[in-house]
């Protein structure tokens, strides 16, 4: 059975910093994506990571926030660094078994429950 725990959201002033992490069980390799959603607008990928480490990252974050793992624990993390208030949202981590894949968020199999992540100006 796979389950995804994240934590790490909070409250931040603007150019602070946040790390959020997803725990990831019942895959032996995989993909994690971290996506965030405003609501009314669409949920954006921010970035991803699979377990031989390669990575992708949103032009928005990229320079600012890092996607990294902990193979062996299945925890990726995702440092967010200079936070603006443009990047609150509900943070969601995703994972798939097929790491080999640029996965879009449509075809990510498992989603965790969310995180609030809030920057004041």
């Known amino acids: 059975q796979v389950h995804l725990v994240e934590s790490g959201g909070g409250s931040v002033q603007a150019g602070g910093s946040l790390r959020l992490s997803c725990t990831v069980s019942?895959?032996?390799?995989?993909?994690v994506g971290w996506f965030r959603q405003v609501p009314g607008k669409d949920r954006e990928e921010v970035a991803s990571?699979?377990?031989?480490?390669?990575?992708v990252y949103a032009d928005s974050v990229r320079g600012r926030f890092t996607i990294s793992q902990e193979v062996s624990k299945k925890t990726v993390y995702l440092q967010m660094n200079s936070l603006k208030p443009e990047d609150t949202a509900m943070y969601y981590c995703?994972?798939?078994?097929?790491?080999?894949?640029?996965?879009?968020?449509?075809?990510?199999?498992?989603w965790g429950q969310g995180t609030q992540v809030t920057v004041s100006a």
């Open positions: 995703a994972a798939d078994p097929r790491w080999y894949a640029l996965l879009s968020e449509k075809n990510y199999e498992h």
């Open positions: 019942g895959y032996n390799r995989y993909v």
């Open positions: 990571i699979n377990t031989p480490g390669r990575q």
